[in-house]
């Protein structure tokens, strides 16, 4: 079965700062990965995923995540943070045909 | 120790049948919720529950009802189901805003 593990439960960084969040998970074969963000006070939006082609995969906010399938992993970075990307994030897997296997979630705190 | 659990992870069904999914969380929070992941693997909050008493149910039919015995559980009962609900179906619970989430239920309406 799947697993994803997200390295950090809290990151706090300063606006402007430069955001990395790590995913890795593991699974045998073909897996489609997902990164979700929750708002304070909202429900789960998708951020971003990633299905095949490009490994580097763009989305929306200005965020954007690299999937190296060697090393397992699915990070996701953002290069000028501001203080509105505060929120939950998740990052998940889909392997095969299963339901999808979220990680634990990333609380990124911004401060001006 | 799984901290929310949720059963079955598979279930199919025909058209019209009434079906059941459970939840349970042994973390101690508070709130619990289920989720609807749509076509487009968008996560949608159908309903939320705080001590027992429904405080979010969005836009959803009647036929979906959330049933809490007590604060560690939130079950789901689907009434005369349709092909339209063939989706996945996540439970959660919360402590403020980090949400803990059970590993889903894949439904299939037939």
């Known amino acids: 079965a799947q697993s994803v593990s997200q390295h950090n439960h809290h990151v706090i960084l300063s606006e402007a700062a430069s955001l990395e969040l790590g995913c890795n998970y593991s699974?045998?074969?073909?897996?489609?990965l997902f990164w979700y963000v929750q708002y304070p006070g909202q429900h789960l939006q998708l951020l971003l995923k990633y299905f095949s082609g490009d490994p580097l995969v763009k989305g929306i906010k200005g965020f954007e995540a690299e999937f190296i399938k060697s090393k397992f992993s699915f990070n996701l970075r953002k290069p000028s943070v501001q203080w509105s990307d505060t929120a939950e994030y998740f990052c998940?897997?889909?392997?095969?045909?299963?339901?999808?296997?979220f990680g634990k979630g990333t609380r990124l705190s911004v401060i001006a | 120790d799984t901290a929310v659990s949720q059963t079955p992870k598979y279930l199919v069904t025909q058209m019209g049948n009434d079906k059941s999914i459970k939840c349970e969380q042994n973390l101690g929070h508070d709130t619990m919720y289920w989720y609807k992941q749509d076509s487009k693997k968008f996560l949608k909050i159908m309903f939320s529950?705080?001590?027992?008493?429904?405080?979010i149910n969005e836009t959803v039919p009647n036929r979906f009802s959330p049933k809490s015995p007590d604060k560690a559980h939130l079950n789901l009962h689907i009434n005369s189901l349709e092909l339209g609900d063939s989706a996945v179906y996540f439970c959660?619970?919360?402590?403020?805003?980090?949400?803990?989430f059970g590993s889903g239920t894949q439904l299939s309406v037939l």
């Open positions: 998940a897997v889909r392997g095969g045909n299963t339901p999808l296997v």
């Open positions: 959660a619970s919360s402590l403020r805003e980090k949400l803990f």
């Open positions: 699974y045998g074969g073909t897996v489609n």
């Open positions: 529950y705080n001590n027992k008493e429904l405080i």
